[in-house]
């Protein structure tokens, strides 16, 4: 077994109880709705143009394939950091079948989604944005009750060898946050209102709640 699949692996037992639980975003207001509901929210179109993959995406998988998974997900959300363990154990197991795309949808009544978000785009500057994003992920119990999160996420910084001195100058570039942003606004468009919501090949899906479910759902749009 792979040193990421260990990684992911107690993730994985550790959240297959709670994964029923989403989280809204209304208003400034938290509440926690179940993904059927968020289907029925959504108005989204199957042939949007949003869901088109975009040079700058953060993709997983391969480019060509004829399945393509879109999540819009908040690093702070616990049912986010569930999925996350699943597309990456999904994307290895079945290898050119399927792209899985990232968006951001950091919610706003979390303390550190956008501070999170913006440290993995700033990661990714320097070609690390999956690195970051699964250390952030896996850590987020630590760093989600820390009173200084991003003192962890620095920590994680220097664990992948980052130049600091950029890293500081990519997260306030304007740039990098209006990219998260027209991500939020996108996924609002699309009639995003829970996180994660997860779209295959352009529509919008009721999220699976366990890795067979998922890998069959995924499978089924071959």
Known sequence: M???????????????????????????EPETINSGTALANSNASAGSEILDIRPNDWTKGNP????????????QCPACRFYASM????????????????????????????????YTEAAGRQGEF???????????????????????????????ELDLDQLDE???????????ESDFEDGRRLGVRAVPTIFIN???????????????LILSYK
């Open 2 to 28: 792979s040193k990421r699949f260990v990684l992911w692996g107690g993730l994985l037992l550790a959240m297959a109880a709670v994964i029923f639980i989403m989280i809204r975003l209304a208003g400034d």
């Open 64 to 75: 060509d394939a004829d399945v393509i998974v879109v999540k819009y997900s908040d690093f």
């Open 87 to 118: 597309d990456d154990r999904l994307s290895q197991e079945l290898g050119e079948d399927v792209l899985f795309v990232y968006r951001h949808f950091p919610l706003r009544n979390f303390q550190y989604a956008n501070l999170a978000a913006r």
């Open 130 to 160: 999956w690195k970051m994003h699964d250390l952030i992920y896996i850590n987020q119990q630590r760093w989600s009750r820390s009173d200084d999160a991003e003192s962890i996420f620095r920590q994680f910084a220097e664990s992948l």
């Open 170 to 180: 990519d997260l306030e570039d304007p740039t990098l946050v209006e990219r998260i």
């Open 202 to 216: 352009g529509e919008m899906i009721q999220s699976p709640n366990s890795l067979d479910a998922y890998r069959t």
